[in-house]
Every structure is written in C-alpha cells, then in structure tokens.
C-alpha cells in the first residue's frame, strides 16, 4: 500500500471480503464470484456443499465456484 496508494482501497475491500472464511458457505464464495471475479478456491476438505470440487486428498480440495 504504501507503494501505490490508490490500491489501497480495493486491496482493504478483499481483506474485508475473506473475513471469517472458515465459515464460508456456497453464497459466501458466489459474493466473492460476483465482486472480484473469484472462480476456483483450494479449501480444507471436505469442501463446502455446492462447490464443483475437481481434485482433493485427505486435507484440501481445489474448487470451481459455480
């Protein structure tokens, strides 16, 4: 931020975004589809209902955002 200012706002809204992402559900991960343009995710496995989940192993999975 303190390189290029102007980005500062943009960059504090996806921070904001992810807040409590360990709790995210199929509409939480949609909103970030919608905001930022955010179509593939790696979360813990098992993954979230409704995510398109292509790979995984025993901790994580590699998601598309429906």
């Known amino acids: 931020m303190t ?9 504090n809204r996806q ?3 992810q ?3 360990k709790n995210f ?3 939480d991960f ?3 589809k ?3 343009g955010v179509d593939w ?3 813990t496995n098992p993954s979230p209902t409704g995510l398109d989940c292509r790979w995984h192993n025993e901790f994580l999975s590699v998601c598309q955002i429906p």
């Open 3 to 11: 390189q290029v200012p102007e980005l500062g706002p943009a960059w």
């Open 15 to 17: 921070v904001e975004a």
């Open 19 to 21: 807040q409590g992402w």
């Open 25 to 27: 559900r199929l509409a």
């Open 30 to 32: 949609e909103r970030l």
């Open 34 to 36: 919608t905001e930022f």
């Open 41 to 43: 995710v790696l979360v």
